[in-house]
């Protein structure tokens, strides 16, 4: 049984390659920093996105033609093991991700519910022995259904936090079977519409205190997967709690959570707090907290998520800079929290958006490395900063200057002699990496 009849093995034919179906950069086997694209690249497919929704949007019914559908309940969850598997088989796809309620059904009680899930969980198990592809994070949903209507850990009914915590505590053990390299953290419903109705610190030590029980029970299960948290600013709450990657660390940081999280970054999350992506990746690495990534693209003539396949290489190369200056994502990688567009709804879509995006961050790679090779970005920074290197500069840095002899030094200054920023020669400068890196066999 096959459920992509049409799509064989992707392939590498190289930039010249008019297939569709073939990788036009990212080559999985090719050296780049002494490491293969594949091992360093660590790209996952979002169950969710690809094998479970179905593109509707809240204006209109679901367009997506996916051959599993015509099941429904386990037998459907099982069809989508077996398409899943397919997939991450014919794309090379080592790593995927999911939510509880994207794999297996929701019963009436959540005895019923975990029983789903353990079905569909040993059977992935079998699949992953067999085809070494492996679960870069799981995740527990706690965001969709009416019962978060008022949030989930930060819920004002403590039953509703007791469920959460349940479904956590479960995620965790399925974690812990299956291997996960991750666990994530995204706080759909952790935050607040208004504050009429809110007691904002009370949710917050609450938060606090679930991170604890998760770590600890993490502990007891002997999981050693990375924990993350996934920051994003408003979208379902007004005020979501980790608003960016700066006011996630800062919660982690005053509940004494800093030595067991890092982050998930996700691009359009990034966009939608008014940052660019490469901002949260630059500020979680440059703080030890960059830990994996959603990698994907928003829209910026749209005010939401709109999870988009990346296809942008500006905003590829910045984020790879970031990434290869973090030494690697460590136990992370570039999960794909992308759908296709409502109007691409044949299953070979799914095949070509992947594409789209491993190529996009195959090139965002290999101009980030040839960049970085070259010390294009040190060298910038190198003479910017270059007044830091030697006298009141480095009394400065080294923490051997005070108010009073800044302002000696301050008095008799006269007129500063300031240097150019260069920013357009510095942007036709990645355009140029772009082209060149682009156009090598
Ligand atoms: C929502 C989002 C989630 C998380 C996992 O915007 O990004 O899919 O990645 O819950
Ligand atoms: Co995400």
Known sequence: MTWFESVNKIKYEGAQSKNPLAFKFYNPNELVNGQTMEEYLRFGVAYWHTFTQDLSDPFGAGTAIRPWDKFTGMDQAKARVEASFEFFDKLGVKYFCF?????????????????????????????????????????????????????????????????????????????KELGAENYVFWGGREGYETLLNTDLK?????????????????????????????PKPKEPTTHQYDYDSQSAHAFLLNYGLEKHFKLNIEANHATLAGHTFEHELRYARTNGILGSVDANQGDPLLGWDTDEFPTDLYSTTLAMYEVIKNGGLGKGGLNFDAKVRRGSFEPEDLFYAHVAGMDSFAVGYKVASKMIEDNVFEDILADRYSTYNEGIGLDIVSGNTDFKKLEAHALDLGEIKQKSGRLELIKATINQYLLQVTAEK
């Not at 978060?148 to 403590?158: E, K, P, T």
């Not at 030590?205 to 996934?230: P, S, T």
């Open 99 to 175: 939510h509880d309620v994207d794999i297996a059904p929701e019963g009436d009680t959540l005895r019923e519910s975990n029983k789903n899930v353990d079905t569909i969980v040993a059977m992935m198990k079998d699949y992953m022995k067999d085809s070494g592809v492996k679960l870069l994070w799981n995740t527990a949903n706690n965001f969709t259904h009416p019962r978060f209507v008022h949030g989930a850990a930060s819920a004002s009914d403590a039953n509703v936090y007791a469920y959460a915590a349940a479904k956590v505590k479960k995620g965790l053990e399925v974690a």
């Open 202 to 230: 009370l949710e917050q030590d609450n938060l606090g205190r679930f991170f604890h029980m998760a770590v600890d029970y993490a502990k007891e299960l002997d999981f050693d997967g990375q924990f993350l948290i996934e």
